[in-house]
């Protein structure tokens, strides 16, 4: 032999076809290569994730935990007062609308409390979608210790075969009247029931309080023994949640800023979340020129107190000003922090009669709606929250202006009533206002209440 090798022809074994399943085979060229067998954790399959549905109304809150998944475990702590059991009720009702059966287990308040509630969120709801919703909201104050769960579960829950099954369970609260952290064989109840739930599909919301310390209450072993955990606090009339763990997304540890509607007292996003800039112009006398007041309004962060940020401006000056309107209805600005500039040209100083264009820039930014940039704003405030009187210098300052058309003719001129009548015939469109209340409901007519409108 010349030490070369023929050509290789085809080698599979016969009536063997690599391709075929569960075949070790596979084709590298000509030749078939023996692969080792899947071993480890090549062997696990996983599985899609499901999710239990909620509508719309809770789309921030799916969004905050990655999605709501069924059979995930889901530790809600807050202080007292802080709205953990009123946002768990409008879980249930988001789960509700979606036709899933939910059971909140009352281990601290009476069920009448909790239909109040129940009823309460819903009074804006057309009436037949709200009984539909809260005839699938059962509740129980049977179980009186948490070792009970496991075994209420096993004969109550999976057993059950009237009706829609049970696929969310609520448990308010975990800590009832006060269940001490060393309470093992109370916490290991819990922790048997929620493996018993994840095996069956059903999520859990079990609701926790937070001690004086500021830390959830219970044993470690309660938060490591939860998929998530989120915590919700107060901050002034608002709220922030956060999400301090999440085996099923990130976690959210910044906070997510919440407010409570008037009529409904639900929890929804807070419009602060993304805070807005409200500007409002003004007119500092003819050698001035036009001028800006910018507000930026914000929520505070958990346990920090609402503050005041105004370089440059007299801050007590600027305090009595947010007092006064804060007495408008619907004007809250008590838990907001206020990050206030001025832009004057120069080294103008502060006066009185910025106190409009001040309080319009800061309405402007709680309410986020834009002021007209064709608005100028000039008036002292006072406690009462009637405008002043402009002084003279100004008045006169203010007819130069119109005169040299450093004011354009399309300028919406908003000033005292008492002092209006001094600047007829000037050419430019004047707005009398006897009050900030006026010179709101004149540039937001939809923000007027119904006594103001007649």
């Given at each position: 032999?010349?030490?070369?090798?023929?050509?290789?022809?085809p080698i599979w074994p016969v009536n063997v076809n690599p391709d075929s399943p569960g075949s070790n085979l596979r084709a590298?060229?000509?030749?078939?290569?023996?692969?080792?067998?899947?071993?480890?954790?090549?062997?696990?399959?996983?599985?899609?994730?499901?999710?239990l549905p909620l509508d719309s109304s809770m789309g921030w809150f799916s969004k905050l935990i990655s999605g709501f998944v069924a059979g995930g475990i889901y530790l809600l702590a807050g202080s007292p007062g802080s709205g953990k059991s009123r946002l768990a009720t409008q879980i249930a009702l988001s789960a509700a609308v979606q036709g899933v059966r939910s059971l909140t287990v009352l281990t601290e308040?009476?069920?009448?409390?909790?239909?109040?509630?129940?009823?309460m969120l819903t009074r804006d709801w057309n009436p037949s979608d709200a009984d539909r919703a809260i005839r699938l909201m059962d509740s129980t104050v049977e179980i009186s210790q948490l070792s009970d769960l496991p075994y209420y579960f096993?004969?109550?829950?999976?057993?059950?075969?009237?009706?829609?099954?049970t696929k969310l369970l609520i448990i308010d609260s975990v800590q009832g009247d006060g269940l001490p952290a060393n309470a093992a064989r109370q916490y290991a109840g819990f922790y048997e029931f929620g493996r018993r739930a994840k095996d069956a599909g059903v999520t859990i919301i079990a609701v926790a309080h937070i001690n004086k310390r500021g830390q959830?209450?219970?044993?470690?072993?309660?938060?490591?023994n939860v998929d998530a955990v989120v915590r919700i606090e107060r901050t002034g009339a608002g709220r922030m949640?956060?999400?301090?763990?999440?085996?099923?997304?990130?976690?959210?540890s910044a906070g997510f800023p919440l407010m409570t509607d008037a009529e409904t007292a639900a929890l929804l996003p807070s419009p602060h979340r993304e805070p807005m800039t409200g500007i409002a112009r003004t007119f500092i006398g003819s050698e001035m020129g036009d001028a800006e007041l910018q507000v930026q309004l914000s929520l505070p962060m958990p346990g920090e107190k609402a503050q005041v940020s105004a370089p440059g401006l007299p801050r007590r000056r600027i305090e009595q000003i947010v007092r006064s309107i804060s007495t408008t209805r619907g004007i809250d600005l008590d838990n907001l922090n206020l990050n206030i500039s001025s832009l004057l040209p120069g080294d103008a100083p502060y006066r009185a009669y910025l106190g409009l264009p001040l309080a319009m820039s800061l309405?402007?930014?709680?309410?986020?709606?834009?002021v007209p940039s064709t608005h100028v704003y000039l008036g002292e405030i006072d406690l009462n929250r009637v405008l002043r009187p402009l002084p003279r210098a100004l008045l006169d300052a203010i007819a130069e202006a119109v005169l040299k058309e450093n004011l354009s003719?399309?300028?919406?001129?908003?000033?005292?009533?008492?002092?209006?009548t001094q600047l007829d015939g000037l050419g430019c469109q004047l707005v009398p206002c006897s009050s900030f209340d006026e010179a709101l409901k004149l540039t937001w007519p939809e923000t007027a209440t119904e006594e103001q409108r007649d």
């Open positions: 032999m010349d030490g070369t090798h023929p050509p290789l022809g590298v060229g000509r030749r078939p290569v023996i692969l080792a067998p899947e071993t480890g954790l090549l062997t696990v399959r996983s599985s899609p994730t499901q999710y308040e009476r069920q009448d409390r909790l239909l109040s509630r129940t009823q096993q004969f109550n829950i999976r057993s059950a075969i009237a009706g829609p099954p959830i209450a219970g044993p470690r072993g309660l938060e490591h949640i956060s999400v301090l763990k999440n085996r099923f997304g990130p976690e959210q309405v402007a930014s709680l309410l986020r709606k834009p003719p399309a300028t919406r001129l908003f000033v005292p009533r008492t002092t209006a």
